[in-house]
């Protein structure tokens, strides 16, 4: 696997930072939520702290396989559908929450089936961005983000060394 040409390591306390900050952002618009609707598997883990931050106790998953080889994006499957009663009404005052939403292919496939949710995600990118109504953080398409569940420790050698000529 080549690696990116950014790298964005993510630790567990700043993840759970971020999503509590995603919480906060999503709180200031209301508590009418009825759902969370969280993509899986990267939305598992906001859609956990941001469903006990705003006290919203119904969480649901879309389940859609698109990241194949961790470097390079594939085709999208969508491997378990969002439940019909949360489908009614195009999603209105549902919640959807991901990690990230990098080129859009999953968020633009879940916008679709929920038109009228509001979409959240941790950290996005240009390309993804105009599919979320909210986000916390935004790095450029060339940046990988590693996030705590796919890391261990390791030695990581300093940025100045990988632009050093």
Known sequence: ?????????????????????????????????????????????????????LGIRVIETVCVASYHDYSKQGEIEVLKE???????????NV???????DTGKTAGLVRAMLPKAHFATVYAK?????????????????TWIYFPWDLGFSYQEPIAKDHAG
């Open 95 to 101: 919640l959807i929450v991901d990690d990230l939403t």
């Open 1 to 53: 696997m080549s690696l990116p040409e950014k790298a964005f390591p993510v630790s567990w306390d700043q993840f759970h930072r971020d999503a509590r900050a995603l919480a906060w952002r999503i709180a200031g618009m209301g508590n009418g939520w009825k759902a969370i609707v969280c993509i899986t598997r990267g939305g598992l883990v906001p859609a956990a702290i941001i469903s006990r931050e």
């Open 126 to 142: 240009p390309k993804g961005r105009p599919l979320v109504d909210t986000f916390v953080t935004e790095v450029s398409q060339d």
């Open 82 to 92: 969002v439940h019909a009663e949360l489908l009614a009404n195009d999603g209105e």
